[in-house]
């Protein structure tokens, strides 16, 4: 398990200002044409309290060895809303890729990446969402408020019930102690969440779902216990023109299973109408 700077090596860090905030690029080549075998740059939208470099920390090199690859890194503000986030991903599409991208959002980010697809479907070639979600229910609220409660005691229980929920039993239970500390250190390195905990509690871009017309690729985990697999599905369902994979995996599918959601986003980029919408793929062995 390796661990990850503040920025993905070799990325060219830049800034844009959207409204208020000030919003972080970190691009393999700007402006250059796309390397990979389909015209246009891959943008990787974080999850909650996370960046390019936490979240993505696996996927964005191999991304960035075959096409110009772009992570952002959202600024949530005292009072975050998908709608405030999904501007920041159209407005980083506008200023720094020059064209359509191939938009890749996990977690929250498959939340805001679904709601900015929605909106300005002229900028998305392709949609891939990683253990996103459409609203929230009942099981994530619970657990939503156990969180925010234990941040607001300084428990050490918060980084325990993290663990615990974004990872598959079988991916903990195989872990050497030193790696497991690795786990724990990587969590604390990252942005404090309570902003974005409080916008995940009351979710629902349902209505939004219905005008993504890309062609989308929805990644679910069988393991998820923080957005459990049944979140994914309603998502391909809601989505016309999807496409869906389920892995075996976490929540923190990007850590664990990192080659074969490459291959399978590298596959959906390559040939995007290659199978028909509806259509459920069969599992990558990478």
């Known amino acids: 398990m390796t661990g990850a700077g503040a920025h993905p090596s070799g990325a060219i860090v830049s800034e844009i200002t959207v409204g208020d905030v000030t919003v972080t690029l970190c691009d393999s080549a700007p402006g250059s044409e ?13 999850g909650t309290g996370g960046s390019t470099a936490t979240d993505y920390w ?21 009072r975050p809303t998908v709608d405030g986030l999904a501007r920041q991903v159209r407005s980083a ?12 959002g996990y977690s929250l980010g498959a939340v805001v990446a679904a709601k900015a697809a929605a909106e300005t479907p002229e900028l998305t070639a392709t949609l891939t969402l990683i253990n996103g979600w459409r609203r929230t ?5 619970l657990r939503n408020r156990a969180w925010r409660t234990l941040l607001a005691e300084g428990s050490q229980a918060f980084g325990d019930l993290t663990l615990a929920t974004a990872h598959a039993p079988v991916f903990l239970r195989e872990l050497p ?14 942005r404090d969440p309570r902003a974005e905990l409080e916008l995940n509690a009351s979710i629902d871009i349902t209505d939004a779902l219905g005008r993504i017309t ?6 679910g985990s069988r393991s998820d216990a923080m957005v459990p697999v049944h979140h994914s599905r309603e998502l391909f369902g809601a989505i016309e023109n999807a496409r869906y994979l389920e892995i075996d995996a976490g929540h923190a599918a990007l850590s664990e299973r990192p080659a074969e959601i490459f291959a399978a986003i590298e596959d959906h980029i390559g040939s995007p109408r290659a199978v028909p919408a509806g259509t459920v793929l069969p599992g990558y062995q990478a």
């Open 93 to 104: 599409i506008d200023g720094a890729a020059g064209g359509p991208v191939h938009l890749i």
């Open 177 to 190: 102690e030193y790696q497991l500390q690795s786990l724990y250190e990587r969590r604390r390195a990252r």
């Open 137 to 141: 229910d009942r099981h994530q609220q």
């Open 34 to 46: 796309p390397t990979g075998g389909s015209g246009g740059a891959a943008m990787l939208v974080h």
């Open 58 to 78: 696996a996927l964005y090199p191999m991304l960035a060895a075959v096409r110009r690859t772009i992570g952002l890194d959202l600024t949530p503000g005292a």
């Open 214 to 219: 890309a062609p989308t690729l929805v990644i």
